[in-house]
Nanobody, 125 residues
Framework: QRQLVESGGGLVQPGGSLRLSCELRGFTVDRFTIGWYRQAPGKGREAVSCISANGEFTYYVDSVKGRFTISRDKAKSTIYLQMNNLRSEDTAIYYC??????????????????WGQGTQVTVSS
């Protein structure tokens, strides 16, 4: 059964860092574009960052450029999102979603369908 499992969230002070993990179970990591998305309280889902199936191409939305880094470990079938210099506006539930489109297209929209449970990131002093 295919499943994506997010982890690594938590409570962090502004300026702090977290690394989120997205484990692909039943998926072959080099066959899918993977996107990280988030949903803040009272707001809709939005794209954060995407990585291509071969890991060569990445995409970041403007609000996280220079602060977040997406990467993958093929051997572990895991996609990471390193988040540095976190801000209160980064507070959200973070989800990873698979796709088959290029990174710009993947991050240019919010996929429909059911998602996993996500991982909560709270940035607060």
């Amino acid at each position: 059964q295919r499943q994506l499992v997010e982890s690594g969230g938590g409570l962090v002070q502004p300026g702090g860092s977290l690394r989120l993990s997205c484990e692909l179970r039943g998926f072959t990591v080099d066959r899918f574009t993977i996107g990280w998305y988030r949903q803040a309280p009272g707001k809709g889902r939005e794209a954060v960052s995407c990585i291509s199936a071969n890991g060569e191409f990445t995409y970041y939305v403007d609000s996280v450029k220079g602060r977040f880094t997406i990467s993958r470990d093929k051997a572990k079938s895991t996609i990471y999102l390193q988040m540095n210099n976190l801000r209160s506006e980064d507070t959200a539930i973070y989800y990873c979603v698979p796709g088959i489109t290029p990174v710009e297209e993947m991050c240019g929209r919010v996929p429909s369908g059911s998602w996993g449970q996500g991982t909560q990131v709270t940035v607060s002093s």
